[in-house]
């Protein structure tokens, strides 16, 4: 055979040889890149054997604390300034007051979102206003302030929650009364506010408020997409999630589809917003989408980071902050039965109404001191800077201010700060509402990036709770409803109970 076609031999003998050539020089590239990045990452990995730091990376803190903010907490409270360090993850955390007005305030332009803080989480948010800088963030609070500002707005946006309150939340939850059947308030919380949250910010109705239909794409992709982002920032070091998703293996393959979803589902709905109209529409991805002259303001991508940041902004926190408040009111019977009295009995929940009810406002604020929606935020010193309490921060590195830790310091609320009192926010003979330093409360953040829809979201909780306590008793069960029971987190950007709150709702016979 070889005598009748030596050149077809040669040729086959050639390409095999090529193959092989090929297959070796592609494995030695493989094991290059590899041995470059276990290198990179023995030179970058901020190594530490302190007891801290050891503590953190075998997870041996969740033998004494419940959550990881518990240990945080347990932390700051034993240092003399309320500042420590975690060397493994780079980060300077503090829960000393003065610091944080210095980050948000004093030195704000020293202490940005940072570029490392952006990449965590720019696959999600993007270029929305929670994840930018300079400029752009400028632009986007700019826009924001007119339209949640706006008298047309506030207006608009407590009809809707009023409305799905009255025709939505209560028959759900009249309907587990009467059955006497278990419901999972925190998921009862999380389609309200998602279906609230996509009325006021797209117009559109997602209609999740029905607990025999399953909850929206968007909805499961968007929480999916938000715990596996917050789990990138828990990594001791950035090279891991990045080699993930430079592999697309794991929690990364799983985000990248997630995300995926969400941008599309983001897509139809701004597509199906233009469709409709957006000219005479009193939502405020329509108010964004008709802002005259802002060529910017048309472009999908920069839509869809606007839709990913209502949602997160207006969905997750309420709901959080809701399911925890009914876990203190199952505990504290008597606070129930004083926000019923504020109320009135039947008097109409008017704007105006909830507006004046100080105790109910006091309740809500000592709720989210113990359990804060958002538990921590991430700035990157753009520069090396001295923090008020004498803490040396290097630049480029991280610091986080951390609201669930300042909500149990004792040099903060006094001895007193485990227990849940909503009178220490209340001052004259009258008991009127104290509003209290930001810095020492930086639930809604503080400074310049203060929380815009502060107002809209206290107003928002105010309806649903006075409405709920007004008509029912909720009792939490099982496991949860025991004595000294406390809520284990899951990783998140924004709190959620791990289980979710198993309650037993009963109409209230105290009407």
């Given at each position: 055979?070889?005598?009748?076609?030596?050149?077809?031999?040669?040729a086959m003998e050639l390409s095999w040889g090529a193959r092989c050539a090929g297959l070796a020089?592609?494995?030695?590239?493989?094991?290059?890149?590899?041995?470059?990045?276990?290198?990179?990452?023995?030179?970058?990995?901020?190594?530490?054997?302190?007891?801290?730091?050891?503590?953190?990376?075998?997870?041996?803190?969740?033998?004494?604390?419940?959550?990881?903010?518990?240990?945080?907490?347990?932390?700051?409270?034993?240092?003399?300034?309320?500042?420590?360090?975690?060397?493994?993850?780079?980060?300077?955390?503090?829960?000393?007051?003065?610091?944080?007005?210095?980050?948000?305030?004093?030195?704000?332009?020293?202490?940005?979102?940072?570029?490392?803080?952006?990449?965590?989480?720019?696959?999600?948010?993007?270029?929305?206003?929670?994840?930018?800088?300079?400029?752009?963030?400028?632009?986007?609070?700019?826009?924001?302030?007119?339209?949640?500002?706006?008298?047309?707005?506030?207006?608009?946006?407590?009809?809707?929650?009023?409305?799905?309150?009255?025709?939505?939340?209560?028959?759900?939850?009249?309907?587990?009364?009467?059955?006497?059947?278990?419901?999972?308030?925190?998921?009862?919380?999380?389609?309200?506010?998602?279906?609230?949250?996509?009325?006021?910010?797209?117009?559109?109705?997602?209609?999740?408020?029905?607990?025999?239909?399953?909850?929206?794409?968007?909805?499961?992709?968007?929480?999916?997409?938000?715990?596996?982002?917050?789990?990138?920032?828990?990594?001791?070091?950035?090279?891991?999630?990045?080699?993930?998703?430079?592999?697309?293996?794991?929690?990364?393959?799983?985000?990248?589809?997630?995300?995926?979803?969400?941008?599309?589902?983001?897509?139809?709905?701004?597509?199906?917003?233009?469709?409709?109209?957006?000219?005479?529409?009193?939502?405020?991805?329509?108010?964004?989408?008709?802002?005259?002259?802002?060529?910017?303001?048309?472009?999908?991508?920069?839509?869809?980071?606007?839709?990913?940041?209502?949602?997160?902004?207006?969905?997750?926190?309420?709901?959080?902050?809701?399911?925890?408040?009914?876990?203190?009111?199952?505990?504290?019977?008597?606070?129930?039965?004083?926000?019923?009295?504020?109320?009135?009995?039947?008097?109409?929940?008017?704007?105006?109404?909830?507006?004046?009810?100080?105790?109910?406002?006091?309740?809500?604020?000592?709720?989210?001191?113990?359990?804060?929606?958002?538990?921590?935020?991430?700035?990157?010193?753009?520069?090396?800077?001295?923090?008020?309490?004498?803490?040396?921060?290097?630049?480029?590195?991280?610091?986080?201010?951390?609201?669930?830790?300042?909500?149990?310091?004792?040099?903060?609320?006094?001895?007193?700060?485990?227990?849940?009192?909503?009178?220490?926010?209340?001052?004259?003979?009258?008991?009127?509402?104290?509003?209290?330093?930001?810095?020492?409360?930086?639930?809604?953040?503080?400074?310049?990036?203060?929380?815009?829809?502060?107002?809209?979201?206290?107003?928002?909780?105010?309806?649903?709770?006075?409405?709920?306590?007004?008509?029912?008793?909720?009792?939490?069960?099982?496991?949860?409803?025991?004595?000294?029971?406390?809520?284990?987190?899951?990783?998140?950007?924004?709190?959620?109970?791990?289980?979710?709150?198993?309650?037993?709702?009963?109409?209230?016979?105290?009407?």
């Amino acid at each position: 055979v070889r005598a009748a076609n030596p050149r077809a031999m040669d040729a086959m003998e050639l390409s095999w040889g090529a193959r092989c050539a090929g297959l070796a020089f592609f494995v030695l590239s493989v094991l290059v890149v590899a041995l470059a990045a276990v290198l990179l990452l023995v030179r970058r990995w901020p190594w530490c054997s302190c007891h801290v730091c050891r503590t953190y990376l075998t997870g041996s803190w969740a033998k004494d604390f419940t959550n990881l903010g518990d240990w945080y907490a347990h932390l700051l409270r034993e240092s003399p300034t309320g500042t420590v360090h975690i060397h493994v993850l780079g980060c300077t955390v503090t829960a000393n007051p003065a610091n944080v007005e210095y980050m948000l305030k004093t030195n704000f332009e020293n202490f940005p979102k940072g570029k490392r803080f952006s990449a965590l989480l720019g696959d999600l948010l993007g270029g929305g206003i929670f994840n930018v800088d300079g400029d752009a963030w400028r632009h986007q609070r700019k826009m924001a302030s007119l339209e949640l500002g706006s008298v047309t707005v506030r207006s608009y946006a407590y009809k809707i929650v009023a409305h799905e309150v009255e025709t939505r939340l209560l028959p759900v939850l009249a309907d587990a009364a009467d059955k006497g059947k278990v419901v999972d308030l925190q998921d009862v919380f999380r389609r309200f506010a998602f279906d609230t949250i996509c009325k006021i910010s797209f117009g559109l109705d997602p209609g999740c408020l029905d607990l025999d239909m399953p909850m929206s794409d968007l909805a499961n992709a968007f929480d999916t997409a938000s715990r596996l982002s917050a789990m990138r920032g828990a990594a001791a070091s950035p090279l891991v999630w990045k080699m993930k998703r430079m592999l697309n293996i794991g929690s990364e393959r799983e985000l990248k589809k997630a995300i995926k979803l969400v941008d599309d589902l983001a897509s139809a709905m701004i597509l199906q917003r233009r469709k409709l109209g957006f000219e005479n529409s009193h939502d405020l991805l329509s108010r964004f989408m008709a802002s005259d002259g802002d060529v910017q303001a048309m472009d999908d991508k920069y839509l869809r980071d606007i839709v990913v940041s209502f949602l997160l902004a207006g969905r997750d926190t309420v709901a959080s902050a809701l399911t925890t408040l009914f876990i203190h009111l199952s505990k504290n019977p008597e606070v129930a039965a004083a926000i019923r009295a504020e109320a009135g009995g039947d008097k109409p929940s008017t704007y105006q109404h909830l507006k004046s009810l100080q105790y109910t406002h006091a309740v809500l604020y000592e709720n989210m001191r113990l359990f804060p929606p958002v538990q921590f935020d991430s700035k990157f010193s753009a520069a090396a800077d001295v923090l008020p309490d004498g803490t040396y921060v290097e630049g480029d590195s991280r610091v986080m201010y951390h609201p669930y830790a300042m909500g149990r310091m004792p040099s903060i609320w006094g001895a007193d700060h485990e227990a849940f009192r909503p009178d220490r926010w209340l001052t004259g003979p009258g008991g009127s509402f104290a509003p209290p330093s930001l810095y020492k409360y930086p639930v809604f953040q503080a400074g310049l990036r203060v929380c815009l829809g502060k107002e809209l979201a206290v107003t928002e909780m105010k309806a649903v709770s006075v409405a709920v306590v007004r008509a029912f008793d909720v009792e939490v069960v099982g496991e949860n409803g025991r004595s000294g029971w406390a809520p284990r987190f899951v990783a998140g950007l924004t709190a959620s109970i791990s289980g979710g709150l198993p309650v037993r709702i009963k109409h209230n016979v105290h009407k």
